[in-house]
């Protein structure tokens, strides 16, 4: 990133002392430490918690007044200052599985946070870093809800470590946080020292052309002050309806199985296998 730029980071510092608090809606899929099975259909995605022992994570607060902010993590020797401005790292003739990562950063108050400086850089296909150029580095910015989606391929592997992705954050005229992230059901995720579940991405596989979605939202140590409470006037109880394979399901609606109520929690199409009484990160018993 250009230093010019006036939302370029100053402080390279990270806060050392946070501690992160976030809901696992996929608590399933992390525990087994397997792709997400579930399309994210307009739902943002949030970022995931589990004990580093690789026990499964234990459910979280959601996102609320006072959550946590996203763990830093240590910059490692290959960052380089002025990457390009840029959403895509991937160019003609990239080698490597085709990967999307996207969701949103918020505040302390968990509201969305625009303009907000995301410096992301990885290895190669190789598990190698760029250091004379800019290949597979880049920094952009989130729109003014929050959002932000970068295009690029599963980073290689090498010595010592487990696959991820460096990334540094910045609020206009805030601290610099520098962490990484990190993929499910990774062998070395349980012998690199550096690795922090905490950093999880939620991952899963699309089409039929061996292509990747993550998604991970950041929590930045940015003060905010809470906006108006909901609507007064009190929302429908959805009609619940009974569950049946086949039925696109978006969170919030509600259905009964086995003589109880449940709440869709993401959205996604019903199959054999994922009954709401069997299936806690897709159904929430009410």
Same mark, same amino acid.
């Given at each position: 990133?250009?230093?010019?730029?006036?939302?370029?980071?100053?402080?390279?510092?990270?806060? %050392?002392? %946070?501690? +992160? $608090?976030?809901?696992?809606? =996929?608590?399933?899929?992390? %525990?087994?430490?397997?792709?997400?099975?579930? =399309?994210?259909?307009g739902v943002p995605a949030l970022a995931r918690t589990a004990r580093s022992s690789g026990v499964e @994570?234990?459910?979280?607060?959601?996102?609320? /007044?006072?959550? /946590?902010?996203?763990?830093? &993590?240590?910059? #490692?020797?290959?960052?380089?200052?002025? $990457? @390009?401005?840029?959403?895509?790292?991937?160019?003609?003739?990239?080698?490597?599985?085709?990967?999307?990562?996207?969701?949103?950063?918020? #505040?302390?108050?968990?509201? @969305? =946070?625009?303009?907000?400086?995301?410096?992301?850089?990885?290895?190669?296909?190789?598990?190698?870093?760029?250091?004379?150029?800019?290949?597979?580095?880049?920094? &952009?910015?989130? /729109?003014?809800?929050?959002?932000?989606?970068l295009s690029t391929i599963v980073p290689g592997l090498y010595p010592g470590r487990t696959r991820h992705?460096?990334?540094?954050? &910045?609020? *206009?005229?805030?601290?610099?946080?520098?962490? &990484?992230?990190?993929?499910?059901?990774? @062998?070395?995720?349980?012998? /690199?020292?550096?690795?922090?579940?905490?950093?999880?991405? !939620?991952?899963?596989?699309?089409?039929? #052309?061996?292509?990747?979605?993550? $998604?991970?939202?950041?929590?930045?140590?940015? *003060?905010?002050?809470?906006? +108006?409470? *909901?609507?007064?006037?009190?929302?429908?109880?959805?009609?619940?309806?009974?569950?049946?394979?086949?039925?696109?399901?978006?969170? #919030?609606?509600?259905?009964?199985?086995?003589?109880?109520?449940?709440?869709? =929690?993401? $959205?996604?199409?019903?199959?054999?296998?994922?009954? *709401?009484?069997?299936?806690?990160?897709?159904?929430? !018993?009410?």
């Open positions: 990133m250009d230093p010019r730029d006036p939302r370029a980071p100053m402080d390279p510092t990270p806060n %050392a002392s %946070a501690r +992160p $608090s976030r809901k696992a809606v =996929l608590r399933a899929a992390v %525990a087994a430490s397997v792709a997400a099975p579930v =399309l994210l259909m @994570p234990e459910l979280t607060p959601e996102c609320d /007044d006072g959550d /946590d902010p996203t763990p830093p &993590q240590t910059e #490692g020797p290959y960052f380089k200052p002025n $990457s @390009p401005l840029r959403t895509s790292l991937v160019e003609p003739g990239t080698v490597g599985t085709r990967l999307t990562v996207s969701g949103y950063v918020f #505040g302390r108050a968990c509201l @969305p =946070l625009g303009g907000v400086l995301l410096d992301f850089w990885q290895a190669d296909n190789n598990g190698a870093y760029d250091n004379t150029g800019f290949r597979f580095r880049g920094h &952009q910015f989130t /729109d003014g809800g929050g959002k932000f989606t992705i460096h990334v540094k954050l &910045q609020a *206009p005229g805030r601290p610099v946080l520098t962490t &990484q992230l990190y993929f499910p059901g990774e @062998p070395r995720n349980n012998t /690199d020292p550096i690795f922090d579940a905490r950093l999880l991405m !939620a991952v899963r596989d699309v089409g039929g #052309g061996g292509g990747k979605e993550a $998604s991970f939202d950041f929590v930045l140590d940015v *003060p905010q002050t809470p906006g +108006p409470g *909901p609507d007064p006037t009190p929302t429908p109880t959805p009609t619940a309806k009974a569950w049946a394979v086949g039925t696109a399901y978006r969170a #919030g609606d509600r259905v009964t199985y086995g003589g109880r109520t449940y709440a869709c =929690l993401i $959205s996604h199409t019903a199959i054999r296998g994922w009954e *709401p009484s069997t299936t806690p990160a897709l159904w929430r !018993a009410v």
